[in-house]
């Protein structure tokens, strides 16, 4: 098994990352760990530069994202943690990749039309070229697995297509260039949405912070955002199809039964006919409770520049191996002379 995910260092790590992700990473991190396999987490600072940024925020923030993985429990010495900028290869293979992609896949991808909204003219060229970047990522480490929220299954789906064309294009069946990833996604905590709008996915990008909890946030912030979440005024249901039409409602539960690790009707059969008033204090505590540790680990992790820095060097350093031999392949496929 060779796992391989990103994560943009745009805003701080928030309960959808956490949930949807990186927990799952430290999870496929041990079990890889222990089958011999290889598991690459990295930092998609190319792929921050797709929207309006700040440099040196993007570099901050690219730090402190090393330090929150790492507080999540993420092992430099197990797995590979680097940024893409360390590693060229990424940047190469996307350029290759681009004689495959086609036009109208890219057109199709649902993030680049929710990105670019109505002004497309505007756009980056780097928003749309975007979803190549993420497939090169993956196809350079001949990933398997890719652990991953909902919202990146289309952009897998992609990576599939590119590296399906490119084999048939330019390798034989018995030699495929690149290996097909499946993606995995946590059904349980596929989609975390915003605390404030239960239709709208919980984003970095949100301009409000009350509408995600970051695991950066104290205690006090962490049970006054849950206090404030938005809800509908109906007690808990008993049962899951109870939540149907309720989508606050369904996100708090889901919350709860993604962190405590107990199902959806588990929960509900314990505070089925609560209302919110007693809902939410006790989801606030689970979280305060299980994201404590996360952020005491990263609040002593986050001021040693120079370790975080040493990380970054040391994984980037592996990843330039890992990434060398595919890249070499594909250079070799397309008839791309190296000397
Ligand atoms: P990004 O930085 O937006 O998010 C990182 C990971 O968190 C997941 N996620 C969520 N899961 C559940 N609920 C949510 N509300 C939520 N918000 C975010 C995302 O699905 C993702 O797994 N393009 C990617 C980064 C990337 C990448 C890659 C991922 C670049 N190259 C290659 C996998 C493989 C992104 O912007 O994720």
């Not at 993606?183 to 905590?189: K, L, N, R, T």
Request: overall charge negative; proline content about 6%.
């Amino acid at each position: 098994m060779r796992i391989v995910s990103g994560i943009q260092p745009t805003g701080s790590l928030h309960l959808g990352n956490y949930l949807g992700a990186i927990r799952n990473w430290v999870k496929m991190q041990d079990e890889v760990a222990a089958g011999g396999g290889q598991s690459l987490y990295f930092l998609a600072d190319l792929h921050a530069i797709s929207q309006p940024h700040v440099p040196a925020e993007l570099a901050a923030n690219t730090r402190e994202m090393v330090a929150a993985l790492v507080a999540c429990g993420i092992d430099p010495d197990r797995s590979v943690l680097f940024n893409q900028t360390q590693v060229p290869a990424h940047a190469e293979l996307q350029w290759l990749l681009n004689g495959t992609a086609r036009m109208g896949w890219l057109n199709r991808m649902t993030q680049w039309k929710d990105k670019a909204g109505k002004n497309r003219e505007g756009a980056s060229v780097a928003l749309f070229t975007y979803p190549v970047l993420q497939a090169a990522d993956v196809l350079l480490y001949q990933a398997t697995h890719v652990p991953v929220g909902e919202d990146q299954k289309q952009h897998l789906e992609l990576a599939r297509d590119i590296a399906q064309k490119f084999n048939n294009d330019f390798a034989s069946e018995a030699a495929p260039v690149f290996t097909l990833p499946d993606p995995i996604i946590p059904p349980e905590a596929a989609r975390i949405m915003s605390l404030r709008d239960g239709n709208a996915k919980m984003s970095k990008s949100d301009p409000s912070d009350m509408s995600r909890v970051n695991l950066t946030d104290d205690a006090d912030t962490i049970m006054q955002k849950v206090k404030k979440a938005k809800t509908d005024p109906e007690p808990l249901p008993s049962d899951k199809a109870g939540l149907d039409g309720r989508p606050e409602a369904t996100n708090l539960v889901g919350i709860y039964a993604a962190m405590a690790g107990e199902t959806v009707d588990g929960v509900l059969a314990r505070f089925g006919g609560e209302g919110f008033g007693r809902f939410k204090p006790a989801l606030g505590e689970l979280l305060v409770e299980s994201l404590a540790p996360i952020n005491a680990r990263f609040i002593s992790l986050r001021e040693d520049r120079a370790a975080l820095d040493a990380i970054l060097a040391k994984g980037s350093a592996r990843a330039r191996e890992l990434a060398a031999p595919t890249l070499a392949a594909t250079y070799d496929a397309l008839g791309l002379v190296r000397g």
